[in-house]
Every structure is written in C-alpha cells, then in structure tokens.
C-alpha cells in the first residue's frame, strides 16, 4: 500500500470517507457513500494530485445486506504505483442506485449495464441501461444472492426444472419427501 497515497486521499476526502484508507500489496483502498460519487470520481479522475485517467473496471457486489459498486482505478507511476479500489458501499437492497461515471469514462457504459443486468444496480445518467446478456423482459437479476435456482433432479426428483423466473421456497422450508427405495440384490 502506499501510504502517501493514503494520507493524500484521507486529507482531500475526509469526512466523505467511510473509514480509512486501506490497502494491501499494490493497492489502496477507499469507501465511500453513493451520494459522493460524482464528486469524489471527479476529483479523483481531474486533480493532477490524483489523476486516475484509467477505469479498468467496475462491478456490482451483493454481500447479502447492501449492494456495492467498486471500481478500479489505475494512475500513472509518477502519481502512485498502487491501484485504487473505490468501494461504494450501502446501496439498498430494494432499489440499488448509484451516479453513472460515464461522464469521467465513456468505457464504464458497458461494466454499468453488466451491472445492472446481473445485480439490478441502477446507474443514474447512463443513456443506455438496458440488458446485455439477459433478454430484454427477463424480470430477475441473476448475481444476487436472493436468486434461486432452477430445481435439479437431486432435489426434486421427477418434478420437472422450475422456470428461473418463478420465485421459489427455499429447500429448507419445504417437508421433506417420503421416497421409496429398492432394495439391490
């Protein structure tokens, strides 16, 4: 972690910050609101003290309570050697928004549609949200962990897959099913 970077981010973002700046190896780690994401990208892209120009990636994370959207930023090696993970952390559940970026990175267009499409995140000004690898009336968002699976022959045998739309019970709600055995001689 480079910790000039650190103290630099610490002292610029302060109290935008949700703890400090973290890091491990060859990268620094900083978590912030959703409402401080224009801002805070902004500075990080444009200030010459930072000038993360590159968005090597951006992704959705379900930890099972909020959504988060983190990215990867990468400077050029007389600004910082190490890579920058932004972690935007509590996006509700019920209605996951965050601030597009594609105002800082035409390129983050694509990773906020895969995130929308897997995770439902909504990126707010993307001018084209719409599902990339789902189809188009496909109501369910695939990466989260409510999601249930189709059933398998495992559990339910002879009953037939559920179609991946169908909200289910969860296995362990379910009594169990009296099967008969054959005995093998």
């Not at 000039?4 to 190896?25: I, T, V, Y």
């Not at 993360?52 to 990867?72: I, K, N, P, S």
């Not at 007389?78 to 597009?100: E, K």
Request: include cysteine.
């Amino acid at each position: 972690m480079d910790t000039r970077l650190a103290r630099r981010l610490e002292a610029r973002f302060g109290a935008r910050l949700l703890g400090p700046a973290r890091g491990h190896l060859d990268e620094t780690e900083i978590r912030i609101g959703p409402g401080d994401v224009a801002e805070v990208l902004r500075a990080l892209h444009d200030e010459p003290e930072f000038g993360f120009r590159v968005l090597a990636d951006l992704a959705g994370v379900d930890t099972g309570e909020v959504m988060q959207v983190v990215y990867h930023l990468w400077a050029e090696p007389t600004v910082t050697r190490d890579w920058l993970r932004v972690i935007v952390d509590g996006l509700s559940r019920d209605d996951p928004r965050c601030p597009s970026v594609t105002f800082l990175w035409k390129g983050a267009e694509w990773p906020e549609r895969e995130a929308y499409d897997m995770f439902g995140i909504v990126f707010e000004g993307n001018r084209d949200l719409r599902r990339i690898y789902m189809p188009p009336d496909y109501t369910s968002f695939p990466l989260r962990k409510d999601f249930y699976l189709a059933d398998d022959a495992a559990r339910s045998a002879a009953e037939g897959v559920r179609h991946l739309e169908q909200m289910a019970t969860p296995p362990e709600a379910t009594p169990p099913v009296a099967t008969r055995r054959s005995k093998v001689r």
